[in-house]
Every structure is written in C-alpha cells, then in structure tokens.
C-alpha cells in the first residue's frame, strides 16, 4: 500500500505510478499507458458519505488509506476518524465512525427500505490508518492507542502505541491484534499489512535498526517474527570487491501461498569527488528482491530488478538517470508489481515469477492538481487509488488483472 502527501511548492512535480513487465526482449523506450476507469468522487465534509482532508496543506503525515476487494472499496480517514465501505458506484454500505468526531448518520434512524441496507457501527477510533480485507470480508485496520496505553521502551529508543483491529463482515468489533496476537502488547510503527491467500494477517513495522514483521494465522496467533537489520543485509557485490556499498531495504510483502517475505533491496557505492578525493554523495547501482524464509529467516537466492532509466539532454551531450523502483505488491498469481513516479504519471514495474516476462506500462493522473493519493493493488491484480483534488476526492481503478492474465496464458 502507497500513500504520499504532496507538498505544496511541488505539487507541480507530483507523478504517478506505473508498471513496467521485463521480458527477455525490453519494451522501446516509450510505455503503453493503461486507461482508468473513474468510479466514483467523494466530496470534502463531516457527513457519512464525504471524506475530511482538510488539514491537507499542513505539517505531517496524512492518514487516509484504500483497499479494494472483490469490487467493494475500503477507506480508512484517519482524520476524521472513521472507516468507509462502498460499492463501486461510490454508495455507502457501512461507516465505522468515533461518535465525537463524526455526524450522526441520518439513516442510522431512518425506517426507509432503501436506507435499511446501510450499516453504521460506532468505535472509538483514535486515528485509523493502514487497511486490508481477507477473503472472509473481515476488516484489519490499524489505529493507534491512547497516550496512557502506549509503551515507551527506553532501551530499544522506540514508542509501541500500535494495534490491528478486526472487524468481521457483518460491522462487528472482533478484537485486537498486538504483537504476542490477539490482545497482545502494541506494535511499534506500523509501516504496512498485508492479507495472504490464506487470510493470514502479516505486520510490517519500522524500528531503529531496521524492520521487523510479525505473521500471524488466520485466528491471530502468531507464527513467526522476522528482525530485518539494516547491518545484516546480504551484499554479493563485495565478494569480489572493496569498494565500499551503501544498502537500503525497500518494502516487505508476504508471498501470497507460502510462508515467504519478499524484500527489495538496493545497493550504492560511495562516489568520490575526483578533485579532492572526498566522499561527495552516492551513487546508486543495482536493485535486487530477495525471498527470506518465515520460518528460518534464511535469505535465498535474489532476483535483479533492471532499474528505470531516463535518458535527459544536457547541453551537447545526454545524460542517463537511473532511478529504482517501489516494490508494492504481489498477486496471487505470483506477478510482482513495482512502481515509480514520473512527469506524468505513475510506472508500474510488473515481472512475471521467475522473472522471464517483461512489459512497460504507464499510467496517468492529474498531476498538476494533485494535493494526494493512497494506491492499493489487490491480490489478482487491479490497481486502485484515491486521488485528492482541491475540489475532491476521485476513486479510480486500472484493471491490470486482465492484462497479466492473458500474458499467463499466453
């Protein structure tokens, strides 16, 4: 899941994600765009049919997040502290809302037969953020405890004030997930979860030395924790080398039918300053996905993902940039989505398993007018993203599902 709020003074430079297929013979330099299709808009308010992102110009981190299953969107709007489920057509079908911060539904009183078949079910939300659904329907989202019940852990520098709620089909509060599972202690930051094919529920949090992921069953108890160190990151490159290399680890996402985690992670080389011979920044080199074994920890053998390269004139000459992508996702089918922003749109880097088929893709948004956007990409494939406007909120979809399932076929 993919969410970014834009700053103002460059909002001019906002982009958007794009898939990109790698095959044996590489696409030209020019990517086919896949078409959108809009759904639906939501309008800026309190009511239960708007969203609140009014505090989109200030300092700090949005909350607002999308999952789509099986046509039904999930939106989670952390600032006005409530939970949406809608229909492809943008009707409302439930609204998990905090009673403080929210209006009352009007059809909460309402005896009318149409309005019978919307739900509303009150929660003392504190700030709801990252969202998914299993194949149960059942709703994992994560919100942050009040001040008083979080932990503050002075050895590890680190603050544990994060949980995962569950809400089962039918609107009903089921429990909280922790670290230990259900009813366990608070997580630390949670930077993502994710649903496999067997609706496990897997947690990806950020610590100081890296991050670590908690999986758990479909019952919530837990399976395994997997630490991810920063300092323990494999590095083949200086087998053969002295050069000294810097290493990022990108996303962390489960395997959709195995107890694997897949995580990016890309490498760069100190780049020296000719001149005066001092270190003068970075210089990216390759990016490869690694499979890490639930169970074990045991990193196998990695995939290299070809970087994005775009090729700029500069005076007399050109100039190549490359750039590496996001790993956002994978799907059931074992396709692996990557995404980066560009002039005018969003690249989607999707390799087939095993790597042996490539295509560029592109897709494009507003960027002008873009204040922010939340992706999510379900697990057969398609592609959704909440788009803030000044006016509005758009819901739109890019049905790639097809597309990779032709190419299987094929």
Not at 86 to 91: A, E
Not at 100 to 122: G, H, Y
Not at 126 to 144: A, L, M, W
Not at 396 to 405: N, P, Q
Request: with cysteine.
């Amino acid at each position: 899941m993919i969410n970014k709020k834009l700053p103002l003074y460059l909002l001019f430079f906002s982009t958007c994600f794009c898939s990109v297929f790698f095959s044996s013979c590489a696409d030209s330099g020019v990517s086919n765009i896949v078409d959108s299709e809009k759904l639906f808009v939501l309008e800026y308010g309190k009511f239960d049919n708007q969203i609140d992102l009014f505090n989109i110009s200030s300092v700090g981190p949005m909350s607002t997040f999308i999952s789509m299953k099986d046509g039904f969107f999930y939106i989670s709007n952390g600032e006005s502290k409530k939970i949406m489920e809608m229909n492809s057509y943008g009707d409302l079908l439930t609204l998990f809302y905090n009673e403080e911060t929210n209006v009352r539904p009007d059809f909460v009183l309402s005896t009318d037969t149409v309005d019978s078949t919307k739900k509303a079910v009150s929660y003392p939300f504190n700030f709801p953020g990252v969202i998914t659904v299993d194949s149960r329907k059942c709703i994992y989202v994560v919100d942050s405890l009040p001040q008083e019940q979080q932990i503050l852990n002075t050895d590890e520098n680190l603050v544990y004030r994060q949980v995962v709620l569950r809400f089962a089909s039918n609107g009903k509060a089921l429990d909280y997930i922790g670290r230990q599972g259900v009813g366990g202690t608070p997580f630390p930051y949670i930077k993502s979860i994710y649903i496999t094919r067997q609706d496990e529920l897997v947690v990806v949090c950020v610590t100081n030395t890296g991050l670590i992921v908690y999986w758990f069953n479909s019952s919530g108890q837990l399976l395994y924790v997997v630490p991810i160190n920063n300092s323990d990151l494999p590095n083949p490159f200086t087998e053969n080398s002295t050069e000294d290399y810097y290493m990022t680890a990108g996303n962390i996402i489960p395997a959709p039918d195995k107890d694997i985690l897949y995580i990016k992670i890309d490498y760069f080389l100190t780049h020296f300053d000719q001149d005066s011979k001092v270190q003068s920044g970075i210089d990216y080199t390759n990016t490869l996905l690694y499979p890490i074994n639930a169970s074990t920890g045991l990193y196998s053998e990695p995939l290299k993902i070809p970087a994005y390269e775009e090729t700029v004139s500069d005076g007399f000459g050109k100039v190549v940039y490359t750039t590496p992508y996001e790993f956002i996702g994978v799907t059931d089918s074992g396709w692996m989505f990557f995404s980066l922003p560009v002039n005018d749109g969003y690249m989607l880097q999707i390799i087939q398993p095993g790597g042996h088929r490539v295509l560029n893709r592109k897709i494009k948004v507003d960027s002008a007018r873009l204040l922010y956007y939340t992706f999510s990409l379900s697990q057969t494939g398609i592609l959704s993203g909440l788009f803030a406007y000044p006016e509005n909120a758009a819901i739109e979809w890019w049905r790639i599902d097809s597309l990779i399932e032709n190419l299987s076929e094929g």
